[in-house]
């Protein structure tokens, strides 16, 4: 403890990890619990006089700039907290940084701010800065926030950052926080009040194929069941919004079963948001997809409720929703009621501060994991050259019926052989209606200019089928997004690569050669083999090998089908 500091701060039931600073991470140059070490320069983790600290630094408006965590609760458990942080505030006045506190609930709506924010003192002495803030009696998680919001320049210090749960008599003494705001801008949200017929909801779109008004334990809801495979299936609402709105809140309660993803996992089903101006015309949005995700796996849910914020663009006078099926494969989805919550400004200017704290924080995880699939991939590649996980289809430690990372095993139309000692995987066509593949999404070295592919393969009695394409083939597609965790994330980038066409009957095993160059900021390569469409027939396909090219000024090679 450096000397001048209290020594009574409050220890016993500390729900932040590593309160002090004191205890390095996994990487020696950050500390312990508060994620990865930050990739910009604002952020560093230093030691002064025996005191460890992170120097946070703003060189211009912008940010925000702070530290940030999240934390479960037990609603109703924990009562009240006391925040307290030690700072130092050299460059910049008082209340320049500060720390906050969100609340929300089970299902992400906001419940409180806790408190007015604590400003930090500024002076070139460590300061501690405490608070007591009542829990509000659903909240779930709480995010805490510490440095500075980026509305002005500045540096801080920061060498305590402590929460620890209140006595609950003590708890009950301090003001209530204040009610959450429930007036949704969205009329017949829970779809209780028909129109006219008497068969639907009052002020949603027309009913299409696929969808019915339906009532549950004296609850009305919308179900949708998806009727062919890659189809659109939505209602559509759009919501006039109040001039100078600068944040809202979207919240739906739903249940879902036998969702089957289409050709991507991300067509599924989901609410898809845009923010239209008064003639209509969607406007950009800060950020990733303001999409509200539902789910794009099979298995039943149950109901859930899911909110998220939105922050609403400059110019911005409608909300347009269109929950339902985008583009998936099958399934049933019931909604039970949509709101459409407006935000106050300081609401909203804490949530998209905390939101761009988020995007840092995740920004450093994500730079980490991207660390080390760079080094992944460089040991993938010294010891096979390829950048194709077990495309010899060789290694099977998991189960020993089926190859490693392949998918989920044989079936009727996917099996696994053996030729003359090499293994392979055959696709047998049973339904004209279907796609028998493989699949696999490939990581990429950043920066790649060029790949060489090259695999064997032989076919027997392809049939072509009615539906386009109707053939064996593999198809290509590059593209970016983050290298690890869910693979499918990302967009897919242009231009894309001509299909790879294979020959309905073949004579033993024939050999394709292809280099593809590669977009700028691809990461990923998704590979996908197969019979598509076809009316009958076998695809055989064995040593799968896409190696990276390093020339910048690239010759084609031959590609032979």
């Not at 593999?474 to 967009?491: C, I, P, W, Y």
């Not at 690569?497 to 977009?519: C, D, F, K, N």
Request: hydrophobic share 40%.
């Amino acid at each position: 403890m450096a000397p001048g500091l209290r020594a009574d701060l409050p220890v016993a039931g500390e729900l932040l990890p590593n309160p002090d600073f004191s205890a390095p991470g996994k990487d020696p140059a950050w500390p312990d619990g508060w994620g990865s070490r930050p990739v910009d320069s604002g952020k560093q983790w230093q030691m002064d006089s025996g005191l460890h600290h992170v120097h946070l630094a703003l060189a211009a408006p912008g940010g925000p700039e702070m530290l940030y965590r999240e934390i479960n609760l037990k609603p109703g458990e924990t009562t009240g907290v006391v925040l307290t942080v030690r700072t130092r505030v050299s460059n910049g006045n008082s209340g320049d940084a500060q720390g906050l506190l969100v609340f929300l609930d089970k299902a992400g709506r906001l419940l409180s701010s806790g408190a007015e924010p604590l400003l930090f003192p500024a002076g070139k002495s460590w300061t501690d800065s405490s608070e007591k803030i009542r829990v509000p009696a659903d909240a779930a998680h709480l995010t805490v926030l510490a440095g500075l919001p980026g509305t002005v320049a500045g540096a801080v210090d920061i060498s305590l950052l402590s929460c620890v749960p209140l006595d609950p008599d003590a708890a009950a003494l301090l003001p209530s926080p204040p009610p959450r705001q429930v007036s949704s801008l969205l009329s017949n949200g829970d779809f209780e009040s028909g129109d006219a017929s008497g068969k639907w909801p009052l002020d949603w779109s027309a009913p299409e194929p696929g969808m019915s008004w339906e009532t549950e334990d004296g609850k009305r809801f919308v179900r949708l069941i998806s009727q062919h495979p890659g189809e659109t299936l939505m209602l559509n609402r759009t919501v006039p919004l109040p001039p100078g709105l600068q944040g809202l809140e979207l919240a739906v309660r739903w249940r879902a079963n036998g969702v089957e993803h289409g050709e991507h996992e991300w067509f599924d089903t989901r609410t898809i948001v845009h923010f239209l101006d008064r003639d209509g015309n969607t406007l950009p949005t800060e950020g990733g997809s303001p999409d509200l995700v539902f789910t794009h796996k099979p298995a039943p849910t149950g109901w859930i409720e899911h909110a998220q914020f939105l922050a609403v663009p400059e110019g911005a006078a409608q909300l347009q929703l269109r929950p339902g099926f985008f583009r998936a494969a099958a399934g049933t989805l019931d909604l039970a009621s949509i709101s459409v919550i407006p935000l106050d400004p300081q609401q909203a200017s804490l949530l998209k501060t905390a939101g761009a704290a988020y995007g840092a924080w995740k920004g450093d995880q994500n730079a980490e994991m991207e660390r080390k699939m760079d080094g992944k991939i460089a040991a993938q590649l010294a010891a096979t050259g390829n950048l194709m996980p077990n495309g010899d289809f060789v290694a099977a430690t998991a189960h020993p019926t089926w190859p490693d990372g392949w998918g989920n095993g044989p079936s009727d139309t996917v099996s696994w052989g053996n030729d003359n000692g090499k293994r392979f995987i055959r696709l047998t066509a049973d339904d004209p209606a279907k796609v028998q593949m493989l699949y696999k999404m490939v990581v990429l070295p950043l920066g790649l200019k060029a790949v060489d592919i090259s695999f064997r393969y032989r076919t027997a009695g392809v049939v072509q089928g009615e539906r386009a394409p109707g053939d064996a083939r593999v198809a290509l597609h590059f593209f970016n997004g983050t290298r690890f965790g869910h693979l499918e994330s990302g967009k897919e980038l242009v231009p894309m690569p001509e299909p790879l066409i294979l020959s309905p009957q073949t004579t033993g095993w024939t050999e394709v050669h292809a280099r593809l160059p590669v977009p700028e900021g691809a990461t990923k390569l998704q590979w996908m083999p197969g019979l598509w469409y076809v009316k009958a027939g076998t695809l055989d396909l064995a040593d799968l090998d896409i190696s990276p090219v390093a020339e910048t000024a690239l010759k084609p090679l031959p590609s032979n089908p």
